[in-house]
Structure formats: C-alpha cells, structure tokens
C-alpha cells in the first residue's frame, strides 16, 4: 500500500510538470497613428464642464475612419459614461485625469451583469461590447468617483473617520453599523436579488433603488484583443476592472486603487475570459486583488465558459481580500492558470481559492511559483468549499459560527477544486500557514505545495482532502497546539516537513487514512490526538 501511494504522487507530479510547460500565447493590439484629440471636439479641462460628449464623439470619429490614438491631454476632464470603439487606443498623457462625475442620473440603468448574473446597473463609466483592437494606455489617472456610491461598514473606519462620515448626510441601517450614501441605497440593501434579471423583472422595476445598483468602472464585454497599460485606474464605485467573456487581454505596468474600506472594490475580475496576460502591475484595494471568475450557479453553468489560459507575472497586492482569487463565481470552471513572481503585502489572504455548495464548476490545473508575502492577517494559503459572502477577516463584534458538516448528493451544483500545484512560497507572518477545507462529498484533491517556508501564528490544518502532497514545508507556528489539524482526510503525504525538531499532529474523524510522515520532524506523541474513529495506526511514517 505504502508502494502504490507514493507511485501515485508521483505520477501526478509528472502530469503537473508537463502541463506546466503549456503556456498560453496572447495576440496584440495593433493601431494605426493617426490622432484625435478630444479638445479638437470641444473638450475642456476644468471641474465643471462635462466633457463625455467631446470625449464619445472622438472615439466615434477614429472608429469611422479606421482607428487611431483618441488623445487625453495633460489637465482635470470632467465626463460621464463613455463606450470604447474598434480599433480606438484611448490614450492618457502624462498628468492627465480622467474624472467621472458624481452626478449618478448621468448613469442611465442599462442590462449587463453583476457577480455573474444577468443584471440591471447603472452604466460603467467605460465599456465596450463586441469591440476588437481596443486599448486604454498612457500614464494618467481614471478616478470613478466611487465615494458616491459606496456604503461603508463603520468597523472599517475610525471613529474619527466616521464621524466625518455621517456629517455628509446619508442613512444608518438599523444596527447604525453600515452607512448609506442615499435612502435608495438603503432600500436596495434589503431588497431580495436587488437589479437581478428574474422572473421577468426590466430595468422599470429598479428604479426605485437605482442608486444601490452600482457601477463597475471598467466592463469590457465580448471584447477581443485589449490592452490596458501604463494607467492608474482608482476609486471604483464597485468591482475595478471587469473583463467578461472577452479573449486576447494584456494588462501591463498598470495600477489599481481603492480604499481598504471599499465594498466590492476588486481590483481586476477576470470573468469567461481566454488568453489573458497580467503583468507588472500593482493592485492596492477594498476587496480581492487579482481574481478569476466565471458566472454564478446555474446561470454560470449554463453560459459554460470557464476562464482559462492565464498568465499572472510579476505583479504587487497590498491591501486586498485575496491577493491571488479564484471564485467564489467559479460555475463555468477554471483551468491552465499560471501565476508567477508576485508579491502579497498586507493581503487579507495570500492564494485564495473559494467556492461553496451550488456553485458548480471545477478549478484545474492552476500553476503558482514564486510568491512572496508578508504581513497576511488570515491565511498564507487558503482552499475553501464554505464560502459564506463575508470579509475574509472577521470584524469587531462580529460573531460566525463554524459550518455545519453534512453529506449532500453530488451534482452538476458541486463545485470541485484538484489539480494545483503550488511550488515556491515564502510568508513571513500570517495567521495560518495552509488552511484546507473540501465537502464530505467531494474532497479538494490532487494538490501539491513544494518549498513553502512561511512563519504564522497557526500551522496548517487539512478537513477533507484527499492526495495532498506537501514537500520542503517549514512552518514556524507561534502559538501552542498542534502544527498539524487533519480531520477526515486521506492519501496525504508529508516530505521532508519540518524537518528538524518535533511536530505535535491532531488527526479525527473514521475517514482520516493513508498519511505518509515521510523524512521529517519527529511526531510527538505525547501532545498528538487522535479521535473520533482516527487512530495513530493511519499515519506510516518512513
């Protein structure tokens, strides 16, 4: 038995190393050089005049006579909503800032979609819909304007902060703990699948809680060959950058900004896209930094696009949810990601991966080396099939209760996370080093981490998994107790783990079996647990 374990690891790392050497290759944008500047059509740089109109007639203009450069001069311009072109480079100078409006009835409601549903919002501030050869490049600034729209959480702020925050009007909840920028706002909070396409409903039916219904800054929908580049993209009223069902992204030396306190504030959501490089870039933000998605439940399971061939390179997450995000909409799946060289600094989490009952979906074959953390308030690394819609960090006064455990049938709503290969990692300080939990009904699998050296306050604690590999692992765990929690889980293998000194390990449940201590610490008995149905005799150690 011991054998055909380690000759099966084996042969999935083969598989991995393989898979690894099929990267993606992404086509480029190509524009001609001819230039439109908005000024040319009556643009005008001050903080009252809106200049959309200016703005939209230049695009519309290079789009007709084959495209070009729609020039941004260095100064403040104030617009509305605009929409991308064929063939149209939008084009920021150096001190240029692109400024949306504040005045929300310049954002007509429109159908699109929103955390992967069918949905009316209000317009984004830039999008395009079945564009080719479209970019957004330069070196200047597009603020959205989000402080507008945003409801605010008040453990978030100081009291100081919020103090000011309530001197600007708005509306309490009930609890006086979340801030509304608008009775509307308030009324859509409460309202069951607010915006949400359903039975029937239109855009008439929201209009009365039309202010809740924010915009994502950037919407490219059905778009093909896009490049964003060299921009501060910053203050989104929600998500920031949302490419969806789109093919052939570069994302390049790119920033991404906004408050840690922003509700929905991703950085870039990656949605049913292909072929998608992100690279040399930084994202300092409210909600999840780099995240992968692919629609929502049945609706994302019927659309059946996942994202796949991704390259993530060489980029910076500071304030974040996640740094690196897959899900929680993951139902059209995820496969043949690849991300190298990046850097968490004061993320919530560092690799997230999340999914919950009812989603769907398989995550497969993700290729992670070379991550730097530092400074993680919850998990170094993170698989989790409990996702429950909340910070990932629990707030003050915040009280929520472990999931309840239960076997539930296997169906297309099951989602499945296997095949990860997670291979160079160092964390210096974090809560948890490694957290692992799949259903009782379909276990994470197939997951390997090799040389992950990270110092946490907690070890690393496996519930529901089975075929774990993890080789060259050194976590210096500050609090007492045991380094390693494993509950019901099976065909693990530890390599070379902690290898000098001693290790205490908790190991329950009847379904817990087949772990390989294999050249590492020294278990020690007298502060390890076996229970409920687990027993010493599970663990073979080499």
């Avoid at 304030?319 to 990046?342: L, Y």
């Avoid at 210096?476 to 494993?486: F, R």
Wanted: net charge positive; with cysteine.
């Amino acid at each position: 038995m011991k054998k055909s374990l380690l000759f099966f690891v084996s042969c999935v790392l083969i598989v991995f190393s393989i898979q690894a050497q099929q990267r993606p290759t992404i086509k480029s944008t190509v524009f001609k050089k001819d230039t439109f500047s908005i000024t040319k059509f009556g643009a005008i740089s001050n903080e009252v005049t809106l200049n959309h109109k200016a703005i939209q007639a230049a695009i519309d203009a290079c789009n007709k006579k084959g495209g070009g450069v729609v020039l941004v001069p260095k100064g403040f311009w104030l617009t509305g909503p605009i929409v991308l072109k064929s063939n149209v480079n939008l084009h920021l100078q150096h001190n240029a800032l692109l400024q949306f409006t504040a005045d929300k009835s310049q954002y007509p409601l429109v159908e699109t979609n929103w955390e992967g549903l069918p949905a009316v919002r209000n317009a984004s501030p830039i999008s395009a819909t079945n564009a080719t050869n479209i970019a957004i490049t330069g070196h200047g600034i597009i603020d959205g304007n989000g402080d507008v729209w945003r409801a605010v959480k008040k453990g978030k702020l100081t009291d100081s902060q919020w103090k000011k925050l309530l001197a600007n009007g708005g509306v309490l909840s009930n609890d006086k703990k979340v801030w509304y920028p608008s009775e509307d706002y308030a009324r859509g909070d409460t309202t069951k699948k607010a915006g949400v396409l359903f039975n029937g409903k239109t855009a008439e039916d929201y209009k009365n809680i039309k202010d809740f219904l924010r915009p994502n800054l950037l919407v490219l929908t059905r778009c093909n060959r896009i490049l964003l580049e060299g921009v501060t993209f910053q203050n989104s009223a929600a998500w920031c950058l949302h490419p969806l069902m789109s093919t052939h992204l570069t994302v390049r030396n790119i920033t991404v900004k906004n408050p840690w306190y922003a509700q929905n504030g991703d950085g870039i959501d990656v949605e049913s896209c292909r072929y998608v490089l992100i690279e040399n870039s930084v994202f300092d933000v409210g909600d999840d930094g780099l995240c992968i998605k692919s629609g929502r439940d049945e609706e994302g399971r019927k659309r059946a696009m996942p994202t796949q061939d991704v390259i993530i390179k060489n980029c910076t997450v500071y304030n974040a949810h996640g740094g690196f995000v897959i899900g929680s909409e993951m139902s059209g799946g995820a496969k043949n990601i690849f991300v190298d060289d990046c850097t968490f600094v004061g993320s919530d989490i560092g690799l997230r991966f999340k999914t919950t009952r009812g989603r769907g979906g398989i995550v497969e074959n993700i290729f992670i080396n070379n991550i730097n953390m530092q400074n993680i308030p919850g998990e170094a690394i993170l698989f989790d099939m409990y996702y429950m819609a909340k910070d990932p960090i629990v707030l003050e006064g915040e009280a929520r209760e472990a999931p309840k455990v239960t076997f539930e049938p296997i169906t297309d709503a099951t989602p499945q996370f296997k095949n990860i290969y997670i291979k160079n990692v160092v964390c210096n300080g974090a809560e948890k080093a490694l957290f692992i939990r799949g259903l009782p009904e379909m276990n994470i699998q197939n997951i390997q981490i090799e040389n992950f050296m990270a110092n946490t306050k907690q070890g690393i604690q496996i519930n529901e998994a089975k075929n774990i590999s993890l080789k060259n692992i050194q976590v210096n765990a500050s609090k007492p107790g045991p380094l390693v929690d494993i509950v019901n889980s099976q065909l693990l293998q530890f390599y070379s783990f902690n290898k000098e000194g001693q290790a205490a390990i908790k190991v329950a449940g009847n379904r817990s079996a087949n772990i390989i201590w294999q050249n590492s610490a020294v278990i020690d008995t007298s502060k390890s647990v076996f229970e409920f149905g687990s027993t010493p005799n599970v663990i073979q150690v080499k």
